[in-house]
């Protein structure tokens, strides 16, 4: 299991795809920078709020992620959820 070493929402200074989505986001863009160890090597990835709160609702403790496989496997829940925080005050 990944350890997480970094846990930081950032605005970008340059375009950025999210781990979980695969989606692009500009520079400027607000994001989750993130680092993780994992067998002695250092892994380092960008996560989009949707996919962030994504996670928060439907992950387990331990659960792991390929990239752009949030996305994938669930577009039309990711859609409804990012609409949900758009439309969020």
Known sequence: MAEILRWQTVKTRKPHKCWGCGKAY?????LVNAAYADSGTVYGCYWCPTCEEYMHR?????DECSEGKIYENDAEGWEKL???LEDTP
Do not use: I, Q, R
């Open 26 to 30: 500009p520079a400027g863009s607000e």
């Open 58 to 62: 439907y992950f387990e403790s331990g």
């Open 82 to 84: 990012k609409s949900e």
